[in-house]
């Protein structure tokens, strides 16, 4: 059963919850962990491919926009619109307005909220099909 933590931003920007989905990844790769970028669309999935490029001076984070035909398969982090694919279901930062496809086959999912009231009311929404489903639920307000 994953741990779910919901991080709180006071901001109310894309660019800030994506800005700060960046360090999670980052953190995470730096840790070892397989991780999956899930993305709401294809517009969000290429902001987030360049912004891992560029979010930090000096900061390194392989990655790769998923595509069932061309993975690599030595990349720890993967950008997507769909389902995760198995070795990448470790670690998920949703970015996404709803829960990842099987939740329950993940270790962790990390969820990034901002002050945006849509964003805010499909966060509600997800925290508590986490609660329904029994999974641990830590938050961080940042």
Known sequence: MPDVNFYILPSN????????????????YCAGHTIYMLTDN??????????LWTFRAGSFVPHQEFSEN?????????????AAPGNWQQTIVNL???????????ERILEIIDNDETVKSAGRKRYRQYQQSGF??????M
């Open 13 to 28: 920007s894309e660019q800030g919850r994506l800005n700060f989905a960046c360090k999670l990844a980052e953190k995470a």
């Open 42 to 51: 294809e517009i969000q999935k290429k902001k987030l491919d360049g912004l």
């Open 70 to 82: 061309s993975l690599d398969e030595t990349n720890k982090v993967l950008i997507g619109t769909t």
């Open 96 to 106: 996404s307005s709803q829960c990842p496809e099987n939740p329950e086959l993940s």
């Open 136 to 141: 641990n639920i830590n938050t961080h307000k």
